[in-house]
């Protein structure tokens, strides 16, 4: 293969490739997205167009062709070095080929070499994959195109591979996007929402199962597209049952039908009616240069540190009293607030508090692997469930290592992960929260981090889920292989997909059933599901290859463990990759154009294909975000490779009413009668004291009007404040204190609200 060393911006060269056509069907919770690249070789010599770009991190890639004029040239999939070695031949010896493989360091970083392309010639390159939807906490079904691709830091010393090829630019790409989608699904659709500008949605039928929509011309790669699918009861069980392919080896997984199970495991109330009080709690926060870039691009966008800042002060307020926590914050080093974690009180949140408003993004590139292992170094304290919340803006280059490690260490935490900003690593991201067991968030475009955050602490807060199980019940003759992970992790209401290979004859009328089985609070809890064995006729393969890119997964991280057997898992997953057609780490799609009876002639220059993101100016330095000068603060590159802030420290935010109350609120969770206090309302601090009832004390009154004024103006934002809510409320019973209800009339007369009492929960 050529060598592929030193970037090449494009910025005053002819880009090849001139416009990227999307065609996206979902079918219930499964996306089949099909996108179409238009290359021209606008030069006088013969090229090699190379484009690193991101797919979704568990897509299944399926397909793979190209089109030059009235030929299409259907790839094949093999063994990577067999498919390189041929790609590598054909392009030395004038024939046109196309190349397509998938990182090593990342599973959602794909390269596409196009080789040979004669002067003035057009292709058309074909790539198709396949993608589970993710269910949001609004219950809406996220599809994501990826369209941003930051580059990724590199710790030194680690091996450079395909993510250390990324090209990005600041300014706009010069290549276009159209994206049209199709949904079809069983329950009626209720709405499409996107982050980017859609044309009117229209509905094909009277039930409104099936609807087109298409995005608004124009878009910029400034972001990633986000569709948000909204369907009528969506958390109701689901089974799908797809035929397999005759022409199939007899007994493999191609051959025999596939059921994929969609299960919402809903919680006794009485079960969730309270959350735990225990647990220890570690916020690790990237502190990386890129970390000082805004949000989004939109008027008013905070930088990433200072919403992490804001975030961090919603969770510390929200902990319960008696659980244990710390800080780290990351760059191409570490440190933690406290040398291992402590117990939340008053005294530890107010020095903790100080440590998060001196925070800044000044700690260099993303090295996130080494404070993980100091952390899972530290003992954990019985009784106190260790929860791992992590926030990155997720440009790191070994993600593979960091998973291992987190599924290596899964037995003694949960991890809570959180991408912040358009490109970050979805790879990492879902991977952290899958091989840790606990749930994802993405924050892109205009979204909030606190209310994502707080949605993540009730999941940390939430009972633990432990003796997980799995059972099948099918007629006689029939089995039943899970081919999924095991399920080591349940939230109330949270999807659960489980794929398996059903094996035997059945009748067209036979039924199954699975039933998940667990302990909650050490309540046994049974949910099961029936479903018919008769595949369905409109499917295709589309479940088959999802359940094989699943196990290809599995296959992987055994590979990766080590071993006696690492040949023949490595051998399992390159056939079972072939047969499914679907992509691996071990195989890469390979097509030659046969039909071109002339070779190519002449020295062949190679050009990269840019894609938005932050600019790298050298392949050897991490990357701060250097040209985004008007998004980011300039910064000097020092000899250790860690950035400099050139300009003098920024002066802390003022903060909202909102957030000055909750900085206000004790770790116990009650307020202080004090003038500060009565800033936020509006009032002074006499105003307040001469309206206090008799029969209570200053605190309580003031802890009182606290959640009044929460209830009568913030209910917007009621997730990001419910649990600094409970505390109070819960604070305010412990009091034992009478006729609260004049004092909740008197409050909310004074604030001008009308709140009732039975809503504060006091």
């Not at 991190?57 to 190209?66: R, Y």
């Not at 199980?469 to 949270?494: A, C, E, M």
Request: glycine share 6%; hydrophobic share 35%; proline share 5%.
């Amino acid at each position: 293969m050529m060598n592929c060393c030193g970037l090449v911006t494009g910025q005053k060269l002819p880009v090849p490739l001139k416009s990227i056509s999307v065609e996206v069907q979902v079918k219930g919770h499964v996306a089949t997205v099909t996108s179409t690249l238009q290359y021209v070789n606008e030069e006088e010599r013969p090229l090699e167009a190379l484009f690193v770009f991101p797919l979704p991190a568990d897509a299944a890639v399926c397909h793979f062709s190209a089109k030059i004029g009235e030929h299409e040239i259907v790839a094949e999939l093999k063994e990577k070095q067999t498919a390189r070695d041929q790609y590598d031949d054909a392009v030395s010896s004038g024939q046109q080929a196309f190349l397509l493989e998938e990182s090593e360091e990342s599973s959602d970083v794909f390269k596409l070499s196009v080789g040979c392309l004669s002067p003035g010639q057009n292709a058309a390159i074909s790539i198709t994959y396949i993608t589970e939807l993710s269910v949001q906490a609004d219950h809406a079904l996220r599809f994501c195109l990826p369209a941003v691709l930051n580059p990724r830091y590199t710790p030194a010393g680690s091996a450079a591979g395909i993510v250390s090829e990324i090209s990005s630019v600041c300014d706009s790409v010069p290549y276009t996007l159209t994206l049209s989608v199709h949904v079809s699904s069983p329950k009626p659709i209720s709405k499409l929402e996107s982050n980017c500008t859609l044309d009117p949605l229209v509905f094909l039928d009277s039930h409104h199962t099936h609807a087109t929509v298409n995005l608004s011309s124009g878009h910029k790669f400034d972001k990633d597209v986000e569709l948000f699918v909204y369907y009528e009861n969506t958390h109701q069980p689901t089974a799908i049952v797809e035929a397999g392919v005759t022409a199939a080896q007899p007994g493999s997984l191609m051959s025999d039908p596939v059921v994929m199970i969609s299960l919402y495991p809903e919680f006794p109330e009485e079960v969730m009616s309270s959350l735990t009080t225990q647990g220890e709690f570690v916020f690790v926060i990237d502190r990386s240069g890129s970390m000082d870039c805004v949000m989004h691009h939109g008027e008013g966008a905070q930088m990433r540190i200072e919403s992490a800042k804001e975030t961090l002060l919603l969770l510390l307020k929200s902990l319960p009293m008696g659980c244990y926590f710390n800080i780290y914050g990351f760059g191409s080093r570490y440190e933690s607030f406290f040398p291992q974690s402590v117990v939340y009180n008053q005294d530890t949140m107010d020095q903790a508090l100080k440590r998060v408003s001196e925070m800044r993004a000044n700690m260099g590139g993303t090295e996130i692997l080494q404070p993980l292992k100091h952390i899972y170094s530290q003992p954990c304290y019985p009784e106190h469930p260790r929860q791992l919340f992590v926030f990155t803006d997720g440009e790191v280059g070994n993600t593979k290592e960091v998973l291992d490690l987190v599924k290596k260490k899964s037995h003694s935490h949960r991890c809570f992960s959180f991408g912040i900003g358009e490109g970050a690593s979805s790879a990492l991201i879902t991977g952290l929260a899958r091989e840790g067991c606990g749930h994802a968030q993405f924050i892109t475009g205009t979204d909030r981090m606190q209310p994502k955050a707080m949605q993540s602490l009730r999941f940390a807060l939430q009972p633990v889920v432990n003796k997980i199980s799995v059972q099948w019940k099918v007629p006689d003759g029939i089995t039943v292989d899970t081919l999924s992970p095991p399920i080591n992790v349940i939230f109330q209401g949270q999807r659960s997909l489980i794929y398996a290979q059903i094996k035997g004859q059945s009748s067209e009328s036979s039924e199954g059933s699975v039933m998940i089985q667990y302990n909650l609070k050490d309540q046994p809890v049974t949910n099961q599901l029936h479903f018919c064995l008769k595949p369905a006729e409109d499917t295709g393969l589309m479940i088959h290859r999802l359940a094989a890119r699943s196990l290809i997964g599995r296959l992987e991280q055994e590979e990766r463990a080590g071993g006696a057997e690492v040949e023949s898992v490595r051998s399992r997953m390159v056939k079972l990759s072939v047969e499914a057609g679907v992509n691996s780490v071990h195989t890469a799609f390979i097509a030659i154009n046969k039909h071109n009876r002339e070779t190519v002639k002449g020295p062949l220059i190679q050009r990269r294909i840019p894609t938005q993101g932050l600019y790298l100016r050298g392949s050897q330095l991490p990357v701060f975000g250097y040209a985004c000068v008007s998004k980011c603060r300039e910064r000097a590159i020092v000899s250790d490779g860690i950035d400099e802030e050139l300009d003098t420290p920024a002066p802390e935010p003022q903060k909202d009413s909102f957030l000055q109350l909750v900085s206000l609120q004790k770790a116990s969770g009650c307020w202080e009668l004090n003038s500060a206090l009565a800033q936020v309302f509006g009032k002074t601090e006499d105003e307040l004291t001469n309206q206090k009832p008799a029969q209570v004390d200053g605190s309580v009154w003031a802890t009182l009007l606290a959640l009044i004024w929460l209830y009568g103006y913030k209910m917007e934002h009621q997730v990001e404040w419910q649990f600094v809510a409970m505390k109070a409320a819960s604070w305010i019973r412990s009091q034992n204190v009478g006729g609260l209800s004049q004092c909740v009339c008197d409050g909310n007369v004074l604030l001008g609200c009308h709140v009732k009492e039975d809503t504060l929960g006091i």
